[in-house]
């Protein structure tokens, strides 16, 4: 049985090397692996959860997955200049998904999402944004499936592989209107 549970401040701190364990595992392997350290994982989910929330999602007390979120005009990288539009004005931003591999292809991560947006209409939220990978098929086809749109918005990230070599990755936001 998947329990949810929601994520803050106060609980946070529990399940913090579990998370951060299930993220490094998500994103540093396949096509997408990138060098990222455990302290800087651990910081960037800390900022997350100060200025937002989550879910998690659990199995026989193991962490099978997990959704992060906060105030879009908190996300350092949207174009600052759209922040005041209808559209992107009260959003709320989907700043981080994972599930553990063990756990795909359970509909994890469409209940996270789902549980997310429940959340985000009981705080009165206008429209849920994320910015994913292009090239992350998966990923795409998983936010389309759930009523997100190509926002026609990108930015382009430059990376690092295992290998320390760059590369780039063009990553395109997509919103759902919660109205």
């Given amino acids: 049985m998947i329990l949810f549970e929601t994520l803050n401040n106060d609980n946070f701190n529990r399940f913090e090397s579990e998370i951060i364990d299930v993220y490094l595992r998500a994103f540093t392997k396949g096509e997408s692996a990138q060098i990222i350290t455990f302290d800087e994982v651990k910081n960037s989910l800390r900022r997350i959860i100060s200025i937002g929330f989550g879910v998690l999602a ?10 992060l979120a906060h105030p879009l005009e908190n996300d350092e990288e949207f174009p600052k200049n759209l922040i005041k539009e209808k559209a992107y004005e009260n959003a709320l931003y989907i700043a981080e998904v994972a599930v553990d591999k063990e756990f795909r292809e359970q509909g994890i991560a ?7 947006q429940e959340a985000a209409l009981e705080m009165h ?3 849920l944004i994320l910015r994913v990978w292009d090239k992350n098929n998966a990923g795409v086809n998983l936010y ?7 926002s026609g918005i990108s930015i382009k990230q430059t990376k690092y592989r295992a290998d320390k070599t760059p590369f ?3 990553k395109i936001y997509l919103i759902k209107n919660l109205e």
Avoid: H
């Fill in 58 to 67: 659990r199995i026989d007390d193991k962490i099978a997955g997990f959704i």
């Fill in 144 to 150: 389309v499936n759930t009523g997100f749109v190509d």
């Fill in 110 to 116: 469409k209940e996270l999402i789902r549980s997310m």
């Fill in 125 to 127: 939220y206008k429209s």
């Fill in 168 to 170: 780039e990755m063009n």
